[in-house]
Nanobody, 119 residues
Framework: QVQLVESGGGLVQPGGSLILSCAAS????????MSWYRQAPGKQREMVAR???????YYEDGMAGRFTISTDNAKNTTFLLMNSLNFDDTAVYYC?????????????WGQGTQVTVSS
């Protein structure tokens, strides 16, 4: 199995910044890509950003410019730098990874970390 553990969430004022981290561990042969999703109250989960093993990045509309995804492949860790946060960014942020294990290839999810933007 593979475990994804997020950290870095919390309470931040509008205009502030946060850095989320997600560390993957377990029976990992290869991580193909890692992504961040978020789910606001009463809304569906949406993708925020994705980074491939080769470092290619993708951002959902409206995320690029304020959010930056990066990775430390040696540590199987991805980061999400979030700047200029506003009330609409309040959500539970989830880490996702597409992983080849000894058994198969599938995606895994973290437990989520709460980000609250409030004055």
């Amino acid at each position: 199995q593979v475990q994804l553990v997020e950290s870095g969430g919390g309470l931040v004022q509008p205009g502030g910044s946060l850095i989320l981290s997600c560390a993957a561990s377990g029976n990992i042969l290869r991580i193909h890509h890692m992504s961040w999703y978020r789910q606001a109250p009463g809304k569906q989960r949406e993708m925020v950003a994705r980074i491939s093993n080769g470092g290619y990045t993708y951002y959902e509309d409206g995320m690029a410019g304020r959010f930056t995804i990066s990775t430390d492949n040696a540590k199987n860790t991805t980061f999400l730098l979030m700047n200029s946060l506003n009330f609409d960014d309040t959500a539970v942020y989830y880490c996702n990874a597409m992983v080849t294990t000894l058994e198969n290839i599938r995606d895994f999810w973290g437990q989520g970390t709460q980000v609250t933007v409030s004055s």
